[in-house]
């Protein structure tokens, strides 16, 4: 793992700078963009229901502007341990 590339595939696919790319979660897949400095593709699925879900990253932002990312660990303890976050 090279945060926030995956190196194992994940259920987290990022097509971003014309490659597929594995985030290891959704904030990381976000990232992916971020890093390299492009437009991306996110496809992923609800953990709860299974729907898919799919984002457009254009101009640094996420096509649909009433999704939400929510953590239930504070940002600032992510790292304690980061597999349960």
Known sequence: MA???????????????????????????FGICAALHVDGHIETV???????????????RPDDQRLLFHCLVPAARWWADIVFT
Not at 5 to 20: C, E, G, L, N
Request: hydrophobic letters at 45%; aromatic letters at 14%; glycine letters at 2%.
């Open 46 to 60: 609800c953990a709860d229901c299974r729907e898919p879900i799919v984002v457009e990253v254009r101009d640094e």
């Open 3 to 29: 945060a926030p590339f995956s190196a194992v595939p994940t259920p987290f696919r990022v097509r971003a700078a014309d490659r597929w790319w594995y985030g290891n979660c959704a904030w990381d897949a």
